[in-house]
């Protein structure tokens, strides 16, 4: 990353980020998330600390359990996936986050809601 701001100003740029993300150490647990207003999945700050298959639906921890492992072992770099919630069309999206050496360090989980972006057609300039 290049360029320098403060802590504060970090904060308020991932918060105004027009996703929600969570952060997940290489050992699995919750290390930050962004509020971005009205979160899909909301959190609260005692999640922090916690493993992350304490975080989701019963049903689904074996498939994260699944994506960490093969993130970890190097053999998969991102999963995307896409779920209807209630009348939202919700796109999940994971990241392995690799050092400079390719040392695992964690996963990024990036949520967002895709119901309008799916709506697109043509095109916009700026301005219009």
Request: glycine residues 6%.
């Amino acid at each position: 990353m290049k360029g320098k701001v403060s802590e504060d100003i970090l904060t308020y740029l991932l918060d105004t980020l027009p996703f929600e993300f969570s952060f997940v150490d290489s050992e699995d647990r919750v290390q930050l998330f962004n509020k971005n207003g009205d979160r899909i999945f909301p959190r609260s700050e005692s999640v922090v600390g916690l493993k992350v298959q304490k975080c989701h639906p019963h049903k689904s921890v074996d498939k994260v359990e699944k994506i960490l492992e093969e993130m970890k072992a190097g053999e998969r770099e991102h999963a995307d996936f896409w779920i209807n919630l209630k009348d939202r069309k919700v796109h999940i999206r994971y990241f392995a986050v690799r050092d400079s050496e390719g040392k695992y360090l964690g996963c990024l989980e990036v949520s967002q809601d895709i119901t309008e972006i799916q709506k697109i057609v043509g095109e916009k300039r700026l301005l219009d």
